[in-house]
């Protein structure tokens, strides 16, 4: 037998042996633990309830305010169920002195903790609006121990100013378990005496968007 | 050797780093959010008005003249509608109306006051007699107001302006209101004593009111009103015939200003 028909027949012997070597591992007894799982993603999801509209007028009643709700696609997530989750609101002729405010829930409807990251206001005018931001009283209130209290303001200059910490929170207010829900007031109008409104404003309209931004409560 | 061992090392940190960073992102990023908006608009009203005289015009129940000029206000707040009354062949117990219409053609309710103005007149009398001592005989009420419905004047239930009830005259005016036709008797005030007393009816420069048909003294949008300024001489006058074929162009101005009511 020369050389190279030792090789071909050693070769050749390679699969006989990874057979037996199988065979040998089979044939161990075994047995298994084994551990089924399942993860359920929870749902996070905050919605708004229109609560009660007013204004101050009395018999001069000429000012008028209407809201409703919609669903506002905030596009994080089409599947977040953001079913409620926008209030429109409208002031028709409005005037010096007038104000109207709208009251509105704002509820948990997951099954996660939220927490209320961030406010702001984006207005559009058809006039200079950071001339005039003086003359309009837009001021959002919380529910808080049967009083309302001022967490966040339009200052002079027209910016959104937040007067209450709602980051550190240290009333506990703007964290929302599963179910829970926060009554909120957003009160807007012009200014009266002795910061009357000039005349060029008459006629003119405004709109504003004013968002509240949720945020998953950190474990 | 030794170089290529450090630079596989140096590899598998920088590998791990940038696993790691990854890692970090996705943590932060895990957080899910969800926005609540209000989505709000606001529509300014305005406030436009204007004063008109009526079909009326000058009502003289004597050949005494008068003219009036009326300038139209304009637009917004403080707006001022001008009245300027020329008296011409005046003599004692004459006296004329007025009546202007006001509209509110704006969409919000409007306050109307007023104040008379003296300082305008312009008097002329024969031989040496005082021209403006005419203006002591000179009496006026700028106005009181009756609902207007319909191009129909409801006299019934037209109501004087407060601020009448407290004008005084001390000369004593004798001057009888023959008004079956308007109503309740009004008091009335001679020009001098609104010349002489700013506390009269131009209170520091603040117009007095005089809209009062409604309760709470103002137009509403849509809504008219009409003022009916009452002038007339004094009886009084009969001993100052000195002043006959004195006049005045003008005697005096009323301003009518109209404010946004607060609501």
Same mark, same amino acid.
């Given at each position: 037998?020369?050389?190279?028909?030792?090789?071909?027949?050693?070769?050749?012997?390679?699969?006989?042996?990874?057979?037996?070597?199988?065979?040998?591992?089979?044939?161990?007894?075994?047995?298994?633990?084994?551990?089924?799982?399942?993860?359920?993603?929870? *749902?996070?999801?905050?919605?708004?309830?229109?609560?009660?509209?007013?204004?101050?007028?009395?018999?001069?009643?000429?000012?008028?305010?209407?809201?409703? %709700?919609? *669903?506002?696609?905030?596009?994080?997530?089409?599947?977040?169920?953001?079913?409620?989750?926008?209030?429109?609101?409208?002031?028709?002729?409005?005037?010096?002195?007038?104000?109207?405010?709208?009251?509105?829930?704002?509820?948990?409807?997951?099954?996660?903790?939220? $927490?209320?990251?961030?406010?702001?206001?984006?207005?559009?005018?058809?006039?200079?609006?950071?001339?005039?931001?003086?003359?309009?009283?837009?001021? %959002?209130?919380?529910?808080?121990?049967?009083?309302?209290?001022?967490?966040?303001?339009?200052?002079?200059?027209?910016?959104?100013?937040?007067?209450?910490?709602?980051?550190?929170?240290?009333?506990?207010?703007?964290?929302?378990?599963?179910?829970?829900?926060?009554?909120?007031?957003?009160? $807007?109008?012009? *200014?009266?005496?002795?910061?009357?409104?000039?005349?060029?404003?008459?006629?003119?309209?405004?709109?504003?968007?004013?968002? %509240?931004?949720?945020?998953?409560?950190?474990? | 050797?030794? #170089? /290529?061992?450090?630079?596989?090392?140096?590899? &598998? &940190?920088?590998?791990?780093?940038?696993?790691?960073?990854?890692?970090?992102?996705?943590?932060?990023? @895990?957080?899910?959010?969800?926005?609540?908006?209000?989505?709000?608009?606001?529509?300014?009203?305005?406030?436009?008005?204007?004063?008109?005289?009526?079909?009326? /015009?000058?009502?003289?129940?004597?050949?005494?003249?008068?003219?009036? !000029?009326?300038?139209?206000?304009?637009? =917004?707040?403080?707006?001022? =509608?001008?009245?300027?009354?020329?008296l011409?062949?005046a003599?004692p117990?004459?006296y004329?109306?007025?009546?202007?219409?006001?509209?509110?053609?704006?969409? &919000?309710?409007?306050?109307?006051?007023?104040?008379v103005?003296t300082?305008?007149a !312009?008097?002329?009398?024969?031989?040496?007699? /005082?021209?403006t001592e005419l203006m002591d005989y000179i009496l006026l009420n700028p106005?009181?107001?009756?609902?207007?419905?319909?191009?129909?004047? #409801?006299?019934?239930?037209?109501?004087?302006?407060?601020?009448s009830? =407290?004008w005084t005259d001390p000369y004593t005016h004798n001057l009888?209101?023959?008004?079956?036709?308007? =109503?309740?008797?009004s008091t009335q005030v001679s020009l001098e004593d609104i010349a002489a007393s700013?506390?009269i009816l131009?209170? #520091?420069?603040?117009?007095?009111?005089?809209? +009062?048909? !409604?309760?709470?003294?103002?137009?509403?949008?849509? +809504?008219? @009103?009409? &003022?009916?300024?009452w002038i007339g001489l004094s009886s009084q006058l009969?001993?100052h +015939?000195?002043l006959?074929?004195? /006049?005045c162009?003008?005697a005096f101005?009323?301003?009518?200003?109209?404010?946004?009511?607060?609501?």
């Amino acid at each position: 037998m020369d050389r190279s028909r030792k090789v071909a027949a050693l070769i050749a012997m390679i699969p006989l042996l990874l057979l037996v070597a199988g065979g040998l591992a089979v044939s161990h007894w075994d047995d298994e633990v084994q551990v089924t799982g399942s993860v359920a993603m929870g *749902t996070f999801n905050v919605q708004m309830s229109l609560e009660d509209t007013s204004d101050n007028e009395g018999s001069l009643d000429v000012g008028h305010v209407n809201a409703h %709700l919609y *669903t506002y696609n905030d596009g994080d997530d089409p599947l977040d169920g953001g079913y409620n989750d926008g209030l429109y609101i409208n002031l028709s002729n409005v005037y010096p002195g007038y104000e109207a405010c709208i009251e509105f829930n704002v509820e948990n409807t997951g099954t996660i903790p939220a $927490a209320l990251s961030n406010t702001s206001v984006a207005f559009n005018s058809t006039f200079d609006w950071s001339s005039y931001a003086k003359y309009f009283n837009i001021t %959002l209130y919380y529910h808080y121990n049967g009083t309302w209290m001022q967490i966040a303001h339009v200052d002079s200059i027209g910016n959104w100013q937040a007067d209450y910490d709602f980051i550190a929170d240290p009333l506990g207010l703007t964290t929302l378990t599963p179910g829970e829900a926060e009554y909120f007031k957003l009160c $807007a109008g012009l *200014t009266a005496e002795p910061v009357n409104p000039p005349e060029s404003l008459m006629g003119q309209s405004l709109s504003f968007a004013y968002t %509240l931004a949720w945020i998953q409560a950190v474990p | 050797m030794n #170089n /290529s061992f450090s630079l596989r090392k140096i590899s &598998i &940190i920088g590998l791990l780093l940038v696993a790691l960073a990854g890692l970090t992102g996705g943590l932060a990023a @895990s957080h899910w959010t969800d926005e609540a908006r209000v989505t709000g608009s606001m529509a300014m009203g305005s406030l436009e008005w204007d004063i008109t005289p009526t079909a009326l /015009s000058w009502n003289t129940n004597t050949v005494m003249e008068f003219d009036v !000029d009326i300038d139209s206000p304009g637009d =917004g707040p403080g707006a001022t =509608g001008l009245v300027a009354v020329d008296l011409e062949n005046a003599y004692p117990q004459g006296y004329g109306t007025l009546m202007l219409i006001v509209r509110n053609e704006g969409t &919000i309710p409007v306050h109307v006051t007023f104040w008379v103005d003296t300082s305008v007149a !312009d008097c002329t009398a024969p031989g040496n007699a /005082s021209a403006t001592e005419l203006m002591d005989y000179i009496l006026l009420n700028p106005g009181f107001d009756a609902p207007y419905y319909n191009g129909i004047y #409801n006299y019934n239930n037209y109501s004087i302006a407060d601020v009448s009830a =407290g004008w005084t005259d001390p000369y004593t005016h004798n001057l009888t209101w023959w008004g079956s036709n308007h =109503g309740t008797p009004s008091t009335q005030v001679s020009l001098e004593d609104i010349a002489a007393s700013g506390q009269i009816l131009r209170l #520091n420069n603040t117009p007095t009111t005089i809209m +009062e048909h !409604d309760a709470d003294s103002i137009i509403m949008p849509g +809504e008219k @009103s009409v &003022i009916i300024i009452w002038i007339g001489l004094s009886s009084q006058l009969q001993q100052h +015939e000195e002043l006959m074929g004195a /006049s005045c162009t003008p005697a005096f101005q009323i301003h009518y200003i109209a404010t946004q009511a607060l609501p």
